[in-house]
């Protein structure tokens, strides 16, 4: 397993490597001259070249892509045009509530998954199993801007029940400075939006599982033994169902941590995603770039978890 994991980590620094090289070349071929944007249509020719020299962004491209991998060997991502800060720095201010957020969506989601699948699965074909189904389809087919929407007019509107906070980070966390964790008051409404948007996917993949796994004679024999129906479920049937779950999952979570980009601009949630948003709009390069590389690094890294999780969840896949 040690060396299983060991081999996934060095497959990350060619995937690095492409997505760099994309980034960067999709980037510098796009229309539009950042050094333009900072000094502003009308300065004059020679800031634009003081600005342009400071930025290194006179240089022929070959020796710009040169700087920009050698920068990335020494783990620098360069400094903001617009902030003029650390990239490293600003994407860390924001690190922390896209983790939150994402962990908390997907926990929310396998919750309310496993718990739904389940029932459905061992209630097949009753009206039980038919409402769980509609659920997951509805769920599949909303919008999550529109869900976050809705969740604010009911939620946390005045008009509405008024409960919670409509957008924002909270005083906890420092309104996304990277200092602590967001009140629970203003991580609900988001994490339950993404949370349902996943859930109708995660449930499907729960019954047919556990559906599949409840046919199998190990099942048949624990049930004719006389064991009681819930653990049978739970400790015979659950746990070997998991792995194609899990899987679906962590690219669940993956895909979050790489940017929420349309929840986090509806809930005005300061993560990832709304930084890189904002970074394209100024042509904030190094922003972009640096942001592209973290989201390619965490979606490598929580997919190496998910698959290290199947030796733990099921024994017969660590020899594989």
């Not at 620098?76 to 962990?103: C, F, K, M, N, W």
């Not at 957008?167 to 203003?186: K, N, Q, R």
């Amino acid at each position: 397993m040690i060396g299983y994991a060991g081999r996934r980590l060095l497959l990350l620094l060619p995937v690095l490597w492409m997505a760099a090289t994309v980034v960067w070349a999709a980037l510098f071929l796009v229309p539009g001259d950042p050094v333009r944007l900072l000094a502003g249509k009308t300065a004059d020719p020679e800031v634009v070249a003081r600005i342009r020299a400071d930025w290194g962004l006179h240089e022929p491209p070959m020796v710009q892509y040169g700087r920009f991998l050698w920068r990335l060997v020494h783990l620098d991502l360069g400094h903001s045009y617009v902030q003029r800060r650390p990239v490293a720095e600003i994407l860390g201010d924001h690190l922390v509530p896209t983790l939150v957020l994402a962990a908390s969506a997907v926990a929310l989601s396998l919750l309310l998954s496993l718990t739904l699948g389940a029932l459905a699965a061992a209630r097949r074909g009753t009206w039980l199993d038919r409402a769980v189904q509609g659920f997951a389809l509805l769920s599949l087919s909303t919008p999550v801007f529109w869900l976050g929407l809705m969740l604010m007019l009911a939620f946390a509107s005045s008009r509405g029940l008024g409960w919670l906070p409509v957008s924002g980070y909270g005083e906890a966390g420092g309104g996304g400075s990277g200092l602590g964790l967001p009140d629970f008051s203003h991580l609900l409404l988001p994490a339950l939006s993404l949370a349902l948007m996943s859930a109708g996917a995660l449930t499907r993949m729960t019954r047919a599982s556990l559906l599949d796994v409840l046919g199998q004679d190990y099942v048949r024999a624990a049930t004719a033994r006389g064991l009681p129906p819930a653990r049978v479920l739970g400790r015979h049937a659950l746990r070997n169902a998991l792995v194609p779950v899990v899987t679906l999952a962590g690219l669940d979570l993956a895909a979050l941590v790489g940017g929420a980009i349309v929840t986090e601009s509806v809930f005005a949630w300061p993560g990832l995603g709304r930084t890189m948003v904002h970074a394209i709009h100024l042509r904030d390069l190094p922003v972009v770039e640096g942001g592209v590389l973290v989201m390619t690094a965490g979606f490598v890294l929580v997919t190496l978890l998910v698959d290290v999780g199947y030796g733990w969840i099921d024994p017969r896949t660590r020899d594989a």
